[in-house]
């Protein structure tokens, strides 16, 4: 699929966008996400108000939403191929497992 | 000398360059992470002292830092969709924007990090060697991972202020706007790492 961008390069300057272009998000949707990532942010206040356990929780549940909003929509993930996607996952996963092991050594120490 | 480059079918690889962005901001995301372990590790080690340092911190600065960073994220994201459309003014008004939230950012930070030194409370004072060693891992991973999510929105405002001057010369348009996209993915990444910032220090007490 490389080659054949490389060897075509005026079809890819005529088509700005191989992986969206009609589908491509207008400025509503991306209003929306930022709506709901103020609300979030609001909601993770008010939970952290209300307690030092609810305030973890707050920060385990409804951060990485946030996050994964940035990254699914103002970062386009939702509108890359899989490649990207799998790439980007890999990486997080790998994370998560240094979390998982972090966290199991403390509650076995 | 434009016209010999235009002559010859120029080699292009939109794709490329965006997964080579994606390939730095995962090096970015493991960097921060290395951090974020060692908060997780200490926090678990010295809870109290968290939860007692954090009542030192400005939760409204850093509400509104977030407020103003996701805000900043939209009129970047908005801005390739602007260049998408071929609306060039709208696009620099979106960078234009961002910039501005970026550096209305930096004033805030500025403001807050000048009340806790104010206080005593950096990283070799002679106050934070008087409170116990919980709080001054607090300090010292607050300065560090703060302080290098700053360096990161200093970074940003640089590169985003080359794309407005690229975008008013033409060298991102409609049909090549990779370079803007790019700029705009290490942004959403930094409003990515403020976001786990947030819950971790302003909201910690």
Redesign the interface.
């Known amino acids: 699929m490389?080659e054949g961008?490389?060897s075509e390069?005026?079809t890819?300057?005529?088509v700005?966008?191989?992986h969206?272009g009609h589908a491509?998000?207008?400025?509503g949707t991306?209003?929306a996400?930022?709506a709901v990532?103020?609300a979030l942010?609001a909601l993770?206040?008010l939970v952290?108000r209300s307690g030092?356990g609810a305030?973890v929780w707050?920060?385990l549940l409804i951060?990485p939403v946030?996050?994964a909003l940035?990254?699914y929509?103002?970062?386009?993930l939702r509108y890359?191929?899989l490649?990207?996607k799998v790439?980007?996952s890999v990486?997080?996963v790998t994370?998560l497992i240094?979390?998982a092991l972090?966290?199991s050594d403390?509650a076995f120490h | 000398m434009n016209q010999a480059a235009h002559a010859h079918p120029e080699h292009r690889d939109d794709f490329g360059a965006k997964l080579g962005m994606w390939l730095f901001l995962l090096t970015e995301i493991l960097l921060f992470s290395g951090l974020f372990l060692g908060y997780a590790w200490m926090r678990t080690r010295y809870p109290a002292e968290f939860h007692h340092a954090g009542t030192e911190m400005n939760a409204v600065l850093g509400v509104t830092n977030t407020i103003v960073l996701l805000t900043s994220s939209l009129t970047m994201v908005l801005s390739l969709v602007a260049i998408q459309r071929g609306e060039r003014k709208r696009a620099m008004l979106g960078v234009g924007a961002t910039i501005l939230l970026g550096l209305v950012f930096l004033v805030n930070k500025a403001f807050e990090w000048h009340a806790e030194i104010h206080h005593g409370n950096y990283p070799g004072s002679a106050h934070l060697a008087t409170l116990p060693p919980g709080e001054q891992v607090f300090f010292g991973l607050y300065y560090t991972m703060t302080g290098l999510h700053g360096v990161h929105v200093l970074v940003g405002i640089s590169v985003l202020s080359v794309m407005l001057v690229m975008i008013k010369r033409g060298r991102i348009s409609r049909d090549r706007f990779v370079v803007l996209e790019n700029g705009g993915l290490y942004w959403h990444l930094v409003d990515v790492i403020w976001i786990f910032l947030l819950p971790l220090f302003y909201l910690a007490a």
């Open positions: 490389g961008e490389m390069p005026m890819a300057g005529a700005p966008d191989l969206g491509a998000p207008g400025y991306f209003v996400v930022w990532l103020v942010t993770l206040v952290s030092q305030a707050g920060l951060t946030k996050a940035v990254f929509f103002f970062m386009h890359e191929g490649l990207l790439v980007v990486a997080l994370l240094f979390f972090l966290f403390i």
